[in-house]
């Protein structure tokens, strides 16, 4: 500000300022100088904004931090990616709200991050407007490009800053160098603009192995026993694993699960007549592109028997002592997958045939592993079940006792299709009480209701329809709609 007012007084008394000067033309005494606004020294105001978490709802109170897309010191714009959260229902990728500077991330990878409370302190302008930026100010960020254009003439410091350049990546390809314990900045992205893909994960950790082996057998024999040695010592240390979004999730609903008497019911069902109607109908099955299996029909079986017993489709409210019947039939199907056993569902079965069923069968089980080592369950598919049946079947086993997820009243469990010899009457020998040996598609199946709302009676009731509809899959049209 002086130094600009000392140069425009020299050129006052200068005679190149009296030979230009215009008639119309008039010179401020130096008491003046102060009214002038456009000569102001005031600078741009920072301030620094706590970004919290929000409510992403299901009444989600809390989720896990998978993946930081950010640093403290980056730079972000509104709508860029700031990390990656996992909460009891699905994976959600926050983004930001302002343009600023990111100066503190308040948890690290794996750390639990609570609604309402901040996740990162960002930086950002008061001064909305630009065009009201002061000249000193503007002049400071153009001094710091040239320092940094001065220390990138150094082949030190610009390696440097090559090497913290943050990679561009999607968050799959992120989530999968993570898992692989690869720094994702450190590689050379070969998809376009520099982008990193999957490959060149792999190549990167391709050649990060191969060049471990080039040493190892340079170096004795010997080397080799020690690490042996070293890796069995490992294995013998204790370690501390924490629990996973999902695995919190199966701690709180089977933690409340235990208020709830449960009442199990077995049966057997002969499956002749549906595993012969499987087989006749994979042909159209695969000129759909739908993978047709035993569970789409039972879960169909399950909604058609639903409409019988409604109070089995149903929430219960145990503080408010009341039975929420639910009208769509929403199924859950428990699937195993690498983060533990998750019951997605599949909304409506009631209004959907039985190649729909399968249909989405086939894409739940995509989303619990979609080759990539990636379990990428929507928020919705994860939520408001009504109903459950779990497939025991595809790894062995007959009888079970499923638990009920609450605040459903509810579920199934399937055993293996087993091929048992069983007694059918003999129908060339009628009236004489004779009997045959036939081999026989047998699967066991186990319910568990809450005793609380619902009887003996009417699961074994339901259990029985449900069992007719297996066994003389034709009696289904009856009622399809």
């Known amino acids: 500000m002086l130094r600009t007012i000392c140069r425009i007084a020299n050129l006052r008394n200068s005679n190149l300022f009296r030979v230009q000067r215009p008639s119309c033309l008039k010179i401020l005494p130096l008491h003046n ?144 160098a993570s898992e692989m314990n690869i720094n994702i900045n450190k590689v050379i992205g070969s998809g376009p603009n520099g982008r990193v893909l999957k490959e060149d994960l792999l190549n990167f950790r391709g050649e990060s192995v191969s060049e471990p082996s080039k040493v190892s057998h340079s170096e004795p024999v010997s080397s080799a026993d020690d690490t042996l040695v070293s890796q069995r010592a490992s294995v013998n240390q204790d370690t501390v694993v924490k629990l996973s979004a999902y695995q919190k999730a199966m701690h709180k609903a089977m933690t409340a699960s235990l208020q709830i008497p449960h009442f199990t019911y077995s049966d057997e069902v002969n499956m002749n007549a549906l595993v012969s109607m499987k087989h006749e109908l994979k042909k159209i099955g695969k000129q759909s592109d739908v993978k047709i299996t035993l569970m789409p029909f039972m879960i169909k079986a399950a909604s058609l028997a639903l409409f019988d017993y409604p109070q089995i489709n149903a929430h219960y409210v145990a503080r408010e002592e009341l039975i929420l019947l639910k009208g769509a039939h929403n199924i859950g199907v428990a699937i195993d997958t690498r983060e533990g056993l998750l019951v997605p569902n599949i909304k409506n079965c009631e209004q959907k045939s039985v190649l729909e069923i399968a249909k989405e069968l086939n894409d739940l089980q995509m989303c619990a592993d979609d080759g990539k080592g990636r379990v990428s369950f929507q928020q919705s598919q994860l939520s408001n079940g009504t109903f459950s049946i779990s497939n025991i079947g595809f790894l062995g086993g007959t009888y079970t006792k499923p638990v009920i997820a609450p605040p459903e009243v509810a579920i199934g469990a399937v055993g293996r299709v087993h091929v048992l010899p069983r007694f059918e009457e003999d129908s060339g020998k009628s009236g004489d009480g004779s009997f045959k040996v036939v081999p026989t598609h047998v699967m066991n199946v186990s319910w568990s209701a809450d005793h609380r709302v619902l009887d003996g009676a009417t699961i074994c009731r339901f259990s029985n329809l449900w069992k007719s509809y297996l066994e003389n899959p034709k009696l289904m049209l009856l009622h399809l709609k």
């Open 33 to 176: 100088f102060n009214n002038i606004s456009l000569l102001h020294s005031s600078r741009i105001q920072f301030s620094v904004v706590p970004y919290k978490l929000s409510d992403i709802g299901e009444g989600i109170k809390e989720v896990v931090i998978r993946e930081w897309f950010v640093k403290e010191g980056d730079s972000v714009n509104q709508f860029d990616q700031i990390c990656e959260v996992q909460s009891d229902k699905a994976s959600v990728t926050i983004t930001s709200r302002y343009d600023g500077i990111v100066r503190k991330l308040y948890h690290d990878v794996d750390d639990t991050a609570q609604v309402g409370m901040p996740l990162v302190d960002i930086e950002i302008s008061k001064d909305d407007d630009q065009s009201s930026v002061p000249m000193d100010s503007m002049a400071e960020p153009a001094q710091n490009s040239a320092d940094k254009f001065d220390e990138s003439l150094f082949g030190e410091k610009q390696e440097k800053t090559q090497s913290e350049t943050k990679a561009l990546a999607t968050p799959v390809v992120r989530r999968i």
